[in-house]
């Protein structure tokens, strides 16, 4: 069992950064995930980070977002450079047990353990 807890979020100009944390009670185990869900819509994958480091993100925010972890305080986070409106959404870190093949690495089904969300809202 891992306990996740999201923090970061708030409201951000279009352009501008943010940078969501997750603290962990323990993840060294896990590959790590952020997602994203916003009203009337499905949730996605954003960013994940594998246990040996390579990551994985969304078209839709490459170049743009940073998913990192820091082991020695058990957090991951994710850095939003370049906001969109469209990067609206409540945002959720998540733990997979058993590391999701790189083709469905950014499935949320494939995650066991989630935090309670962060809200993040982009103006324009």
């Known amino acids: 069992q891992v306990q996740l807890v999201e923090s970061g979020g708030g409201s951000g100009q279009s352009g501008g950064s943010l940078r969501l944390s997750c603290a962990a009670s323990t993840y060294s185990r896990y590959c790590m995930g ?17 246990r040996d480091g390579s990551t994985s993100y969304a078209d839709s925010v ?5 998913v990192s ?3 020695a305080k058990s957090t991951l986070y994710l ?6 409106p469209e990067d609206t959404a409540m ?3 998540a733990a997979a047990l058993i590391e999701p093949s790189w083709w469905s690495l ?5 995650y066991n353990y989630w935090g309670q969300g962060t809200q993040v809202t982009v103006s324009s």
């Open 91 to 93: 945002y959720y870190c």
């Open 79 to 84: 850095q939003m450079n370049s906001l969109k």
């Open 62 to 66: 490459k170049g743009r977002f940073t």
């Open 34 to 50: 952020w997602f994203r869900q916003a009203p009337g819509k499905e949730r996605e994958g954003v960013a994940v980070i594998r």
């Open 69 to 71: 972890r820091d082991n």
């Open 106 to 110: 950014l499935q949320p089904s494939k």
